[in-house]
């Protein structure tokens, strides 16, 4: 069972950049779909961006378009969000997901895996 862990959360000035990493120890992240969800205080979790298993298709919620962007590195075993021009509104608790589908899709029901998260909070 995929053990997925979060990492490179932190305090950010509105402007910055995080790179989030999602990695799993024992299994092969390659063979996954993986997405990268947010939760703000008081919201609902919402997609943010996905990778396709199958064909790498990526997808990036506008509201993120441009700004961040998702990459694996096989070599590594992990999948990153560089997130770039970050918003005060950016701010939430971020979670990397996991799902064998072909590909990815922004929902939560579709990941079967989760990791704990990691808090991003953008303020001056």
């Known amino acids: 069972q995929l053990q997925l862990v979060e990492s490179g959360g932190g305090l950010v000035q509105p402007g910055g950049s995080l790179r989030l990493s999602c990695a799993d120890s024992?299994?092969?992240?390659?063979?996954?779909?993986i997405g990268w969800f947010r939760q703000a205080p008081g919201k609902e979790r919402e997609g943010v961006s996905c990778?396709?298993?199958?064909?790498?298709?990526?997808y990036y919620a506008d509201s993120v378009k441009g700004r961040f962007t998702i990459s694996r590195e096989d070599a590594k075993n992990t999948v990153y969000l560089q997130m770039n021009s970050l918003k005060p509104e950016d701010t939430a608790v971020y979670y990397c997901a996991a799902d064998s589908t072909y590909y990815c899709l922004p929902y939560e029901r579709d990941y079967a895996y989760w990791g704990q998260g990691t808090q991003v909070t953008v303020s001056s």
């Open positions: 024992g299994f092969t992240l390659r063979g996954y779909s």
């Open positions: 990778i396709s298993r199958g064909d790498g298709g990526i």
